[in-house]
């Protein structure tokens, strides 16, 4: 493995120059070992790279450079491994190692990611929520990539089921980006992992993010995409997740909803439909108790004013002014019966006066 570490590192010379390497060569082994006189005749490779190779021998002290790694608590694998994910290697442009803190995906066990808008509203924070927490108190683990928002939403949800997820970063596994998520990073490392392709204390840049994309589509047996605008990282991973052969999923919204533009666009072009727990459960196979039967349940407890409250709620955050003009109902009616349906866990206070419905169902 410290070959491969040592491959992964070399300045100058990426994927393609590494196809060129292995054209010649079986393992890293075989590429660090190999004569320049030799390099030199590589198809593909330039002066340029033989003699960022040769430098690196001089300047990259494998055993030091592999202890400092272990020591710092970072898994590697590379392709030449047996452990290396079976999911990755037939993937258009796989990577040629990943770096992880934690454990790396079961590979016998489900898997799905789910990804979305990092400014999304409270529908698509509570819809992330509710899926991942219900995929993870099944076993099923969820994949994400810890950016803000719907990622956020489903590590958290995940973390408060009874399974794993794992965080694909656009940068060093070292590195918790964004730095607000330093808790749940650490949370992840303890139910999961944090994995990329870069190596440790490669900074966060732009352009690794959509790379990292198909990682995260490639790990997964499905990908759903909650709140995307029409132009959007998450129809860059359901663009992966679709060459890749996986099954693509879309929460829909309202066509006037431009945070929904992109999953309506997905789902018109044959995405599956999210239509509650449920039934997402069901189309992976997971077959279980009715999961509407404790929301039924709940419902049934209200009396008829609570349930006209109930049913004005929406996942877009309906204000106590509308819910007055709407019931003629005095603020003082209102507010008990907002009261009774928090305690419930039918609504939520998104923020001053503002209530959504914490209920993902088929209502």
């Not at 060569?25 to 390099?39: G, H, N, V």
């Not at 490779?45 to 710092?72: G, N, P, Y």
């Not at 995260?216 to 909650?226: A, E, F, K, R, Y």
Request: hydrophobic residues 35%.
């Amino acid at each position: 493995m410290k070959y491969a570490y040592w491959l992964d590192n070399i300045k100058g010379i990426g994927a393609a120059k590494r196809r060129c390497l292995f054209e010649a060569a079986s393992c890293a082994k075989e590429i660090y070992e190999m004569p320049f006189s030799r390099m030199k005749h590589i198809p593909g490779l330039t002066e340029k790279d033989v003699r960022a190779i040769h430098l690196s021998h001089r300047d990259w002290d494998l055993d030091k450079e592999w202890f400092h790694l272990m020591e710092q608590g970072i898994g590697f694998v590379s392709a030449e491994q047996t452990n290396f994910p079976e999911k990755l290697q037939n993937i258009q442009n796989p990577p040629y190692a990943l770096y992880y803190i934690g454990k790396l995906p079961d590979e016998t066990r489900k898997s799905v990611s789910i990804v979305g808008a990092r400014g999304r509203s409270a529908y698509g924070s509570e819809a992330a929520q509710k899926l991942a927490r219900a995929l993870s108190n099944h076993g099923v683990q969820v994949i994400s990539g810890l950016a803000k928002g719907i990622d956020t939403d489903a590590h958290k949800g995940a973390l408060e089921g009874q399974g794993d997820t794992f965080a694909i970063l656009g940068c060093g596994v070292d590195v918790c980006y964004p730095s607000e998520n330093r808790y749940l990073y650490q949370r992840i490392i303890g139910n999961g992992g944090i994995i990329s392709e870069y190596p440790p204390k490669t900074a966060p840049v732009s352009g690794y993010f959509p790379m990292r994309n198909r990682i995260i589509s490639g790990l997964s047996d499905c990908v759903v995409v909650i709140e995307a605008r029409e132009k959007s990282g998450s129809l860059i991973t359901a663009d992966y997740a679709m060459e890749q052969g996986r099954d693509v999923y879309a929460l829909p919204g309202r066509i006037t909803d431009r945070l929904s533009a992109g999953c309506n666009h997905l789902i018109k072009q044959g995405a599956g439909i999210v239509q509650s727990v449920e039934d997402f459960l069901a189309d992976l196979d997971i077959f279980t108790e009715n999961l509407c039967c404790q929301v039924d349940f709940q419902k049934n407890l209200l009396e008829k004013d609570e349930r006209l409250v109930y049913s004005l709620t929406d996942f877009h955050p309906v204000g106590l002014g509308t819910l007055v003009e709407r019931t003629n109902f005095s603020i003082t009616r209102i507010l008990e019966i907002i009261e009774k349906l928090e305690s419930l866990g039918l609504v939520k206070e998104t923020f001053t006066n503002y209530y959504v419905r914490t209920i993902f169902d088929k209502d």
